[in-house]
């Protein structure tokens, strides 16, 4: 059974910084595209930023420049550095996987709140 664990969600004021790990556990011998969603409160769930094995990766414009997704195939570790937090960046985060004939998986979901 595939598990993804998120971690490091959380209230932070504006202009501030957060760090969002995902981990992927059970019997996993390639992961292929990893990413983060969010969905914000009355709002349809988006892509926020996606990573490829091979680390070619896509932003929403709305976090270019402001957020970097990075991951550690050695952990099956995905990961979202989100600097200059704006309110609008408030949602719950979701990591995703695309783990080859073993499908697609979704994370629990991380609460981030941007606010002063």
């Known amino acids: 059974q595939v598990q993804l664990v998120e971690s490091g969600g959380g209230l932070v004021q504006p202009g501030g910084s957060l760090r969002l790990s995902c981990a992927a556990s059970?019997?996993?011998?390639?992961?292929?595209?990893m990413a983060w969603y969010r969905q914000a409160p009355g709002k349809q769930r988006e892509l926020v930023a996606a990573?490829?094995?091979?680390?070619?990766?896509n932003y929403a414009d709305s976090v270019k420049g402001r957020f970097t997704i990075s991951r550690d195939n050695a952990k099956n570790t995905v990961y979202l550095q989100m600097n200059s937090l704006k309110p609008e960046d408030t949602a719950v985060y979701y990591c995703?996987?695309?783990?080859?004939?073993?499908?697609?998986?979704w994370g629990q979901g991380a609460q981030v709140t941007v606010s002063s």
């Open positions: 990573i490829t094995r091979g680390r070619s990766t």
């Open positions: 995703f996987a695309n783990i080859g004939f073993l499908g697609d998986y």
């Open positions: 059970g019997t996993i011998f390639n992961i292929n595209t």
